[in-house]
């Protein structure tokens, strides 16, 4: 008896041992690689004349759809681009990488659009400055926090995402989306280089303001919050984006996870990484088996509906720096681990274009309710991936994913 319990014993480790190689065993420089041969693809591709910039996967054949600096995605190229060059140190990725940044110089010198600024600005001249030190950048990225906080209403005490009409927003009142999480990013940078005390002041009421009013009781996020911009009270929680009002919108909640967890790096707030985990924890019980999700959980179709492999690579990257705060061991490991597991899938033949397409990977949806965009190749969606693999790769070098390869 006493040898057969020992017996069972040994295999369990044994497969527990090999259940933890084979998510180690994720070969990253080959993913990297991988990456790096599409965008030549891609940038064999990109027409001489603008727009320029490719946001998505237009037909069939493969040809990307191209905007300028104006659209919201504007930033994830150039910043695909920076962390190409950051894990390959080649000099043309660099030359790229500066051209289609500096297509978003205006977003500095323009009066706010909306909330999007940190994913133009932060995502092409953030990092062109970390990883090459212009001061012009810097400038920039200054002048741009400094433009996002003019969309700052202390009365509600969150950002107005969109400052304009949009359906079902009882415009003129005050709208803000979930996403919004991600833009704290450039006020918490600009306020800690040189920036006012102020933009982290903005940030963290933001942060506060949208914990309360932006969750259900389940930790589940709502996409939009209306306010009354007079008042500041509430008037309704609705999606945009999402399946329902009531649902949970994959890339919704993975700007959740990822904020949230930001939100702790630059404020230390215990609240901040106990509300991360919260709603990291209700994500990853809800996933189906390949940790993709449906684009929305309560999609009706599922498992017929499409996947959103971009909210994947938001909560992949989002759950790695997680498992560095962590102090529950046992709990970081496994943050740590599924995290590779995503990341791993999402680099199999399932999700990866490859031959499909030069963008990184597919299965991606974007606007399902607008019919825009759906089961197809983004540009956030090959940004959050590659995001992902360079942090795994200086987490694999036993490195902080803020140093620099
Ligand atoms: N920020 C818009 C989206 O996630 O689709």
Not at 80 to 85: A, H, P, Q, S, V
Not at 140 to 158: C, E, S, Y
Not at 207 to 212: C, I, S, W, Y
Not at 335 to 361: C, D, G, H, P, T
Request: charged share 25%; with cysteine; net charge neutral.
């Amino acid at each position: 008896m006493y040898r057969l319990s020992k017996n069972i014993a040994v295999v369990l480790v044994a497969a527990g041992l090999l259940c933890s190689c084979s998510v180690k065993r994720l070969n990253v420089d080959k993913n990297i690689a991988y990456c790096k041969k599409q965008a030549f693809r891609t940038l064999a591709d990109v027409p001489g004349d603008l727009p320029n910039i490719p946001r998505n996967i237009k037909d069939e054949a493969g040809n990307w759809r191209y905007v300028n600096y104006k659209d919201w995605t504007s930033g994830f190229w150039p910043g695909t681009l920076w962390y190409l060059y950051e894990a390959t140190k080649n000099d043309s990725l660099k030359k790229e990488a500066e051209r289609f940044t500096s297509e978003l110089y205006n977003l500095s010198v323009e009066p706010a659009f909306d909330h999007d600024l940190g994913f133009q600005v932060f995502n092409s001249y953030g990092h062109g400055y970390r990883l090459a030190g212009d001061e012009e950048y810097k400038k920039i990225v200054l002048r741009t926090a400094d433009t996002l906080a003019t969309l700052f209403n202390p009365k509600v005490g969150t950002i107005l995402s969109w400052p304009r009409s949009v359906p079902n927003m009882d415009w003129p009142q005050h709208n803000t989306i979930i996403d919004n999480m991600i833009n704290l990013e450039l006020l918490f940078w600009a306020s800690k280089n040189g920036g006012t005390k102020g933009l982290y002041d903005i940030a963290v009421k933001h942060a506060e303001t949208t914990m309360l009013n932006h969750f259900r009781k389940d930790y589940t996020s709502y996409h939009v919050v209306v306010y009354n911009k007079e008042t500041g009270k509430r008037i309704k929680q609705v999606t945009h984006q999402g399946y329902a009002d009531d649902s949970m919108w994959a890339r919704g909640q993975s700007w959740a996870i990822y904020g949230y967890t930001m939100v702790y790096r630059e404020t230390r707030d215990e609240r901040f990484l106990d509300f991360a985990q919260k709603v990291s924890d209700v994500y990853l019980d809800r996933l189906p088996e390949d940790l993709i999700p449906y684009w929305d959980f309560n999609a009706p179709d599922i498992p017929d509906a499409p996947k959103d492999a971009s909210a994947a690579g938001v909560v992949a990257s989002g759950l790695l720096e997680l498992s560095t705060f962590v102090k529950d061991e046992a709990k970081a490991k496994r943050y740590r681990e599924v995290a590779e597991k995503m990341i791993k899938n999402l680099s199999s033949a399932e999700y990866q274009s490859r031959e499909k397409n030069s963008a990184f990977i597919t299965h991606v949806t974007g606007h399902k309710p607008n019919g825009t965009e759906i089961d197809t190749s983004i540009n956030y969606g090959d940004y959050y991936y590659i995001e992902a693999l360079v942090r795994l790769k200086k987490l694999q070098q036993a490195k902080s994913i803020y140093e620099n390869l």
